[in-house]
């Protein structure tokens, strides 16, 4: 479902710590998993996705877990910078579908 | 290339009065999306239009809001009789949807709308 009209749970991280925002789902067919990042003022930015038939991928500084069995969704980043301080929301898409849907954003502040 | 496009970037209007708002999308992406964020808020799904199959109304929160997408490619979202409600920023997104399994969504730098 789409996320309207709840508070932004919001994460706090020391400046070089890891950090982890988590997402769940409940749509048991969804097939497809992606992590957007959103700064103020911008629209939001992809930055990794998972297809089901995976449940680990790594990018740059960035890895997402996918774990099926209790429909959860997580995003690591490595070594957290200032830069990095944004509203990060995950999206899911149903297998035969084309809409992608969003989850509850997490706001992350990055503590210098 | 281009990314994705929105105008205006500001919109400030009187309640009661209606308004349009304007998407070009990354050429050749196929679909089109329109979301609605509130302050500090998530993203509310609008309306999703997929080449030329009909467009996916569900999210529409009521009759006063319509979008058309004309030739495939640039969307209007027309908003009527706006109310304070309403206020919020606006983002549409495109994608490839190339039906090889995913579709990243490439985002506009949206729409701020306040009715007064």
């Known amino acids: 479902g789409e996320s309207v009209g709840l508070h932004l749970p919001t994460l706090s991280v020391q400046e070089g710590d890891n950090s982890i925002i988590n997402c769940a789902y409940s749509n048991s067919a969804s097939d497809y998993f992606i992590w957007y990042k959103q700064e103020s003022g911008k629209g939001p930015q992809f930055i990794i996705d998972i297809r089901s038939n995976m449940d680990k991928r790594q990018g740059q500084r960035v890895t997402v877990l996918l774990n099926k069995t209790v429909k959860h969704l997580s995003l690591q980043i490595a070594a957290t910078q200032p830069g990095d301080s944004a509203v990060y929301f995950c999206a899911e898409r149903a297998r035969g579908y084309q809409k992608v849907t969003f989850g509850t954003g997490t706001k992350l502040q990055v503590i210098p | 290339g281009a990314g994705v496009s929105q105008s205006p970037s500001n919109k400030v209007t009187e309640k009661g009065k209606d308004v349009e708002l304007r998407c070009d999308p990354i050429s050749g992406h196929t679909a089109l999306y329109w979301y609605r964020q509130s302050l500090g808020q998530g993203l509310e799904f609008l309306i999703y239009f997929q080449g030329n199959s009909a467009p996916d109304k569900s999210g529409l929160p009521s009759d006063r809001f319509s979008a058309e997408r004309t030739g495939g490619s640039v969307s209007t979202l027309t908003i009527q009789r706006t109310q304070q409600e309403d206020s919020a920023v606006y983002l549409c997104?495109?994608?490839?949807?190339?039906?090889?399994?995913?579709?990243?969504?490439?985002f506009g730098p949206g729409t701020r709308l306040t009715v007064l």
């Open positions: 997104a495109s994608s490839f949807a190339s039906g090889s399994g995913t579709d990243t969504q490439y």
